[in-house]
T-cell receptor
Framework: AAGVIQSPRHLIKEKRETATLKCYPIPRHDTVYWYQQGPGQDPQFLISFYEKMQSDKGSIPDRFSAQQFSDYHSELNMSSLELGDSALYFC????????????FGQGTRLTVV | AQKITQTQPGMFVQEKEAVTLDCTYDTSDPSYGLFWYKQPSSGEMIFLIYQGSYDQQNATEGRYSLNFQKARKSANLVISASQLGDSAMYFCAMREGGAAGNKLTFGGGTRVLVKP
């Protein structure tokens, strides 16, 4: 069965650079979530989209932005990277009408040096 | 206040024994869902089990069962017959608002190490 695809799997950037993370949800899933998991931390919600519109916003820095495209894939854009942005970034998707779990991608591990 | 509390930062369990991971939650929403995820050292987040707030029976999925005590706001995960491959971080999470709800809120996690 198709799963949530995230790319790249690993990314190394320097401070003040920009990064773009991509997420391809499971087909027919209409909701996408982004989470950030720092080292030794639990995942923290960043932002979500439902039917290509932003539906909820969490602790996402102003330096980050995200969008969901017409094909339902989503991108998380991160600018002016800081060392503290080093983390595992998860994308998850679900079909809102079904009261089921969110399916997570394998994550993108971002290291800022 | 913490919405999801996991009081056990880490625990050892003997292979083939059962282990219970604690989770308490806090919500005023009558409609919510409780989830357990497993995160092995490779990093992926693997869904284990789900319990809806209106479900009358405790959820079970293979070796995983959820001990749901609604009045006490607890949703403990029981893993029976532990295997070496169960060594991982386990997160309890809550989604509020029923089917229309959105984000998951996670607890701090419990690291389980299964000893042979």
């Amino acid at each position: 069965a198709a799963g949530v695809i995230q790319s790249p799997r690993h990314l190394i950037k320097e401070k003040r650079e920009t990064a773009t993370l991509k997420c391809y949800p499971i087909p027919r899933h209409d909701t996408v979530y982004w989470y950030q998991q720092g080292p030794g931390q639990d995942p923290q919600f960043l932002i979500s989209f439902y039917e290509k519109m932003q539906s909820d916003k969490g602790s996402i820095p102003d330096r980050f932005s995200a969008q969901q495209f017409s094909d339902y894939h989503s991108e998380l854009n991160m600018s002016s990277l800081e060392l503290g942005d080093s983390a595992l970034y998860f994308c998850a998707s679900r079909r809102r009408q079904l009261n089921t779990e969110a399916f997570f991608g394998q994550g993108t591990r971002l290291t800022v040096v | 206040a913490q919405k999801i509390t996991q009081t056990q930062p880490g625990m050892f369990v003997q292979e083939k024994e059962a282990v219970t991971l604690d989770c308490t939650y806090d919500t005023s929403d009558p409609s919510y869902g409780l989830f357990w995820y497993k995160q092995p050292s490779s990093g992926e987040m693997i869904f284990l089990i789900y319990q809806g707030s209106y479900d009358q029976q405790n959820a079970t999925e293979g070796r995983y069962s959820l001990n749901f005590q609604k009045a006490r706001k607890s949703a403990n995960l029981v893993i029976s017959a532990s295997q070496l491959g169960d060594s991982a971080m386990y997160f309890c999470a809550m989604r509020e608002g029923g089917a229309a709800g959105n984000k998951l809120t996670f607890g701090g996690g419990t690291r389980v190490l299964v000893k042979p």
